[in-house]
C-alpha cells in the first residue's frame, strides 16, 4: 500500500495562526504593533519576537519551533530587513517550511519594491552588502543550520564554504519571498497606513480559511487551529464614573453634536500615519469623528464648513506635530477650537506625535522652526496664545506614553476620549422615567459580580420594561467594550433557521466585519468559541424563552474574553436557572410617582400639572398597575 511521505499543514495543528517576521528598528513600534493588534482583534493568533537580537545574533530554538508551529507566515520586508542575519536566517526557515510543509508565507513590502527584494537592489542591497561585508570579514556570524550536524573539527575552508552557503541561502530566500502574492504599502490606498493593514488582515483572514468546521479539533484529519484571547488591551474602566448620566457643563448638556471628535493636524506629517490609525480606531469604537480630508493650499483660509464641523463637535483632539506650527490653516484651527473649550467648556485634548509640550508651549525648538514663518503676521499673537493654552492641557505625549508604540499609545489617547464622552445621550434623564435608578442598580451588579466574564439576567412580565432597561444599559456600558451587539426579540427571531442569523448577528457586531456567513447551528458555536475570546465585548439577548437559545448565542463563559458582559432579558427564570445564571434581576414596575410623572410628560408635554387633574391621572396609575 502506498503512503505519503509529506505531512500536510492541512493535518497539522498549529500553535499560531501568524507567525511576523520583521526588523525590529525599521517597524516593531509603527507599523508591526498595529497589524500585530490588528490581527489578534480578528481573532487571528499571532507570534511576535519583542525580544532584541543583536545584529549578529543568531536565531535561536524557540523562534525556529515558532515559525515551524504558524500556519501563515507574514515577511514585513523594511529597509534594514537584510541587514539582519536573524531576520534573514527566519526567512530561511519560512521558506522552507512554505516548500515542505505547504505552510503559506505572505511578503509586505513596507518601505521597499519587491524589485529590490528580489534583486537585493536599493536599500536592500545597501542592507544586505553591510551584512555580507562583515559576514566575510569573519565578524563571528554562523548559520544555525549547522550547529547540530558537526561531528568533525571546522577548517578553514570548511568556515569559508559555510559563509558562502549562508549568503546564497539568504539571496535565495530573499528572491523566492518576493516573487510570492504579497502587497506593497506604497501601491496600496495611497499609502494610507491603517487602510493597509486593515486590507493585510483581510487577506490573511481569507487565505487562512478561518471558518473552518474542526476548529473544535474532534474532526479527524482535518486542520485545528488554537484561536486564545491574547493581545491584552487595557481599558480604562471605572463603573463609580457611571453614576453621573449627564455631559458637564449646560451648553454641552443642551446641545446636540454632530461629532464626537474633531481632529486638528498637519497632514503632510501625520495623515497617513498616526492620524490614519487613530481615526479608525476611533470609528472602530463606535466614536464619530471628524477628519478634514481635503488638500488646503498654504495661504487658503479656514473655510466655513470646518469652522461648523468645530463647532459641531463634542472633542477636540490636536496632534502636534514638527510642522503644526507652519500652517496657519492648523493654528487658524487651533484658535477657534481653544475659543470653543474656553466658552462652552468643550473638551480639547492635546496628541504630542513628535514634539514635546515645552516646545508647543514656549515655541522652542522643531516648533520655533516652523512657526519662525509667521512671527512678523497680524494673528502671530493668538497664535502663540493658542499653542501655549494647548499645551498647558491634560493629553498624551508619545514618547513618554507605551515605551513609543504607537499602536499602544493610540489605545490610550481612545481609553481617555471615551472616558470623557460618556457615550450615553442626555435623552435618557429626559424620556426614560425612572431609568436612571434601575440602570444604576444592573451596574452595580456587574460590580459586584466575581466572575471574569458577567453573565445577568432580567427577568420581568412582558411589557414591564425589561427591553427599555436593558437598551438603557447597553447605551450606557457599551463604550468600555471592545465590541458590542444587541440581539432583539430572540423568542421570534430564532424559530425556524433563524439560530443561525443571530450568530452571525453577534459576529459580524462584535468582530465588525460584515463578510461573516454561517451555514449551521454548529458551525456558528464553533465561530463564536473560536473568535469572542480576542476581545472584551457586551452582548444583549432580549426576550430569550428557550435554554437551547443561550447554548446556541452564549454558550459558556470560556467563549468570551474576561471583563465581557453578557445581559439575558426573559420572561421566564427558569431559563436563566438552566443556564446558570447567578446574578438575575427582578424589572419593578413603575412606583406610583413615576407612573403619574409619566403620564404627565407624554399626555401634557411636562411633569407638574396642575390639582384638578391629579385625580384623573391617579385613577389612570391605578388602571394601570405600573406598566410603562
Known amino acids: 500500500m502506498a503512503s505519503s511521505t509529506s505531512t500536510s499543514s492541512i493535518q497539522k495543528s498549529f500553535k499560531y495562526d501568524v507567525f511576523l517576521s520583521f526588523r525590529g528598528e525599521d517597524t516593531l513600534a509603527t507599523f508591526v504593533d498595529p497589524l500585530y493588534h490588528a490581527l489578534l482583534e480578528k481573532g487571528i493568533t499571532t507570534y511576535k519576537a519583542d525580544e532584541k537580537f543583536e545584529k549578529e545574533g543568531r536565531i535561536d530554538d524557540q523562534l525556529i519551533r515558532s515559525i515551524q508551529d504558524s500556519r501563515f507566515h507574514i515577511v514585513v520586508f523594511s529597509k534594514n530587513y537584510a541587514s539582519s542575519s536573524c531576520c534573514l536566517d527566519e526567512l530561511v526557515e519560512i521558506i522552507k517550511c512554505q516548500k515542505t510543509a505547504e505552510q503559506t508565507t505572505y511578503p509586505v513590502f513596507f518601505d521597499v519594491e519587491p524589485t529590490e527584494v528580489s534583486n537585493q537592489s536599493g536599500p536592500v542591497g545597501e542592507a544586505f552588502a553591510k551584512l555580507v561585508a562583515k559576514h ?12 547540530f550536524t558537526r561531528k568533525r573539527k571546522r577548517t578553514s575552508e570548511d568556515v569559508d564554504q559555510e559563509k558562502e552557503d549562508n549568503v546564497g541561502r539568504w539571496r535565495d530566500a530573499l528572491k523566492e519571498a518576493a516573487c510570492l502574492t504579497g502587497m506593497e504599502l506604497k501601491n496600496t490606498f495611497n499609502g494610507c497606513e491603517a487602510k493597509y493593514i486593515q486590507q493585510v488582515v483581510e487577506e490573511v483572514s481569507r487565505k487562512l480559511q478561518f471558518f473552518n468546521l474542526s476548529v473544535d479539533g474532534k474532526l479527524v484529519g482535518r486542520e485545528t487551529q488554537v484561536i486564545g484571547g491574547g493581545g491584552e488591551t487595557t481599558l480604562a474602566r471605572n463603573i463609580c464614573d457611571h453614576t453621573s448620566i449627564r455631559l458637564e457643563g449646560e451648553s454641552s448638556v443642551g446641545k446636540r453634536f454632530k461629532y464626537d471628535v474633531f481632529l486638528s493636524f498637519r497632514g503632510e ?14 470609528h472602530n469604537r463606535g466614536i464619530i469623528t471628524y477628519k478634514d480630508d481635503e488638500k488646503i493650499e498654504k495661504g487658503k483660509r479656514i473655510n466655513d464648513q470646518l469652522m461648523r464641523s468645530i463647532e459641531d463637535s463634542r472633542i477636540y483632539i490636536i496632534v502636534f506635530s514638527k510642522n503644526y506650527a507652519s500652517s496657519s490653516w492648523c493654528l487658524d484651527e487651533l484658535v477657534q477650537i481653544m475659543e470653543c473649550h474656553k466658552t462652552t467648556g468643550r473638551t480639547a485634548y492635546p496628541v504630542f506625535f513628535n514634539v514635546e509640550p515645552t516646545e508647543v508651549r514656549h515655541q522652542s525648538g522643531a516648533v520655533k522652526e516652523a512657526f519662525a514663518k509667521h512671527e512678523k503676521k497680524d494673528a502671530a499673537g493668538k497664535w502663540r496664545d493658542a499653542m501655549k493654552e494647548a499645551a498647558d492641557l491634560a493629553g498624551r505625549e508619545l514618547k513618554t506614553t507605551s515605551d513609543g508604540y504607537e499602536a499602544k499609545f493610540i489605545q490610550k489617547v481612545v481609553e481617555d476620549i471615551s472616558l470623557e464622552l460618556r457615550f450615553i445621550d442626555s435623552s435618557v434623564d429626559e424620556k426614560l ?13 456587574i460590580e459586584a459580580d466575581s ?13 414591564g420594561g425589561k427591553t427599555t432597561l436593558a437598551r438603557a444599559v447597553f447605551n450606557y456600558i457599551s463604550i468600555w467594550y471592545e465590541g458590542k451587539s444587541f440581539v432583539e426579540n430572540v423568542r421570534e427571531a430564532s424559530k425556524g433557521s433563524g439560530l443561525k442569523k443571530l450568530q452571525q448577528q453577534v459576529l459580524k457586531d462584535v468582530l465588525n466585519d ?37 447554548e446556541a448565542l452564549a454558550g459558556e463563559h470560556s467563549w468570551f474574553k474576561s471583563g465581557s458582559t453578557i445581559i439575558i432579558t426573559t420572561r421566564d427564570e427558569h431559563v436563566l436557572v438552566a443556564h446558570q445564571v447567578k446574578s438575575i434581576l427582578d424589572v419593578n414596575l413603575l412606583s406610583h410617582e413615576e407612573g403619574i410623572r409619566l403620564f404627565s410628560k407624554y399626555a401634557f408635554g411636562r411633569e407638574i400639572q396642575s390639582k384638578g387633574m391629579k385625580s384623573s391621572q391617579e385613577k389612570l396609575y391605578i388602571m394601570l398597575q405600573g406598566f410603562p
Open 269 to 282: 506629517d501625520t495623515r497617513k500615519t498616526i492620524v490614519d490609525h487613530l481615526y479608525h480606531a476611533l
Open 514 to 550: 460584515k463578510s461573516i456567513d454561517i451555514t449551521s447551528v454548529y458551525e456558528g458555536e464553533m465561530m463564536m468559541k473560536k473568535m469572542l475570546g480576542s476581545r472584551k465585548v457586551l452582548v444583549v439577548l432580549d426576550d430569550v424563552d428557550d435554554i437551547e437559545q443561550l
Open 451 to 463: 466572575d471574569d466574564v458577567h453573565v445577568i439576567g432580567i427577568k420581568g412580565i412582558g411589557g
Open 136 to 147: 566575510e570579514k569573519g565578524s563571528g556570524m554562523f548559520s544555525f543550520f549547522n550547529l
Open 433 to 445: 422615567i425612572g431609568m436612571e435608578t434601575r440602570v444604576k442598580e444592573v451596574l452595580s451588579n
